[in-house]
T-cell receptor
Framework: GQQLNQSPQSMFIQEGEDVSMNCTSS?????WLWYKQDPGEGPVLLIALYKAGELTSNGRLTAQFGITRKDSFLNISASIPSDVGIYFC????????????FGKGITLSVRP | DAGVIQSPRHEVTEMGQEVTLRCKPI?????LFWYRQTMMRGLELLIYFNNNVPIDDSGMPEDRFSAKMPNASFSTLKIQPSEPRDSAVYFCASSLAAGQPQHFGDGTRLSIL
């Protein structure tokens, strides 16, 4: 079946640093999404990407849809303590197929 | 704006008991999804509905699990009988339409003793 790979499992950065997270797939997706999950809460949508090569920003977040349709990355610039959480990538076949395939997530820690 | 609302937030019960989880999707959203999250397996899709009709239930682990969506504003996920290995966080999500981004509730943390 489809799988999304996110690594490493955990990342530790200093406040103010930039961080980049990558997500790769064994198969093609037509939509890529990035979610953030805080403890005790559900995943919150950060960015949605719909076209290969698309680069989209949301504040300090920037995400790109890889041209091969098999990968995506998320950049966080000038990290702050509230960026702590688990970041999930998700792929969707698109169209009428609503199923999302999630990566296992990357736990981000930000040292003040 | 109200997001996806799930209840209860926490449930602790003994194995063999029936468990019912509830979800109210975002008003106007036509697609509803049930997920299970565990440390070992991450987020897994159990079932999803479009316009109250179940579309894909291939993720439902066993016949002990069932889901219904009697109307556009309410869905239930039932486990009967429950087992300790069902312990997990169960999320409900909704989207405006098929293929649109999904928005998650805060989940139900289920513990089966």
């Amino acid at each position: 079946g489809q799988q999304l790979n996110q690594s490493p499992q955990s990342m530790f950065i200093q406040e103010g640093e930039d961080v980049s997270m990558n997500c790769t797939s064994s198969s093609i997706f037509n939509t890529w999404l990035w979610y953030k999950q805080d403890p005790g809460e559900g995943p919150v949508l950060l960015i949605a990407l719909y076209k290969a090569g698309e680069l989209t920003s949301n504040g300090r977040l920037t995400a790109q849809f890889g041209i091969t349709r098999k990968d995506s990355f998320l950049n966080i610039s000038a990290s702050i303590p509230s960026d702590v959480g688990i970041y999930f990538c998700a792929g969707q076949d698109g169209g009428a197929n609503s199923k999302l395939t999630f990566g296992k997530g990357i736990t981000l820690s930000v040292r003040p | 704006d109200a997001g996806v609302i799930q209840s209860p937030r926490h449930e602790v019960t003994e194995m063999g008991q029936e468990v019912t989880l509830r979800c109210k999707p975002i008003s106007g959203h036509n697609s509803l999804f049930w997920y299970r999250q565990t440390m070992m397996r991450g987020l897994e899709l159990l079932i999803y509905f479009n316009n109250n009709v179940p579309i894909d239930d291939s993720g439902m682990p066993e016949d002990r699990f069932s889901a219904k969506m009697p109307n556009a504003s309410f869905s239930t996920l039932k486990i009967q009988p429950s087992e300790p290995r069902d312990s997990a966080v169960y999320f409900c999500a909704s989207s405006l339409a098929a293929g649109q981004p999904q928005h998650f509730g805060d989940g139900t943390r289920l513990s089966i003793l």
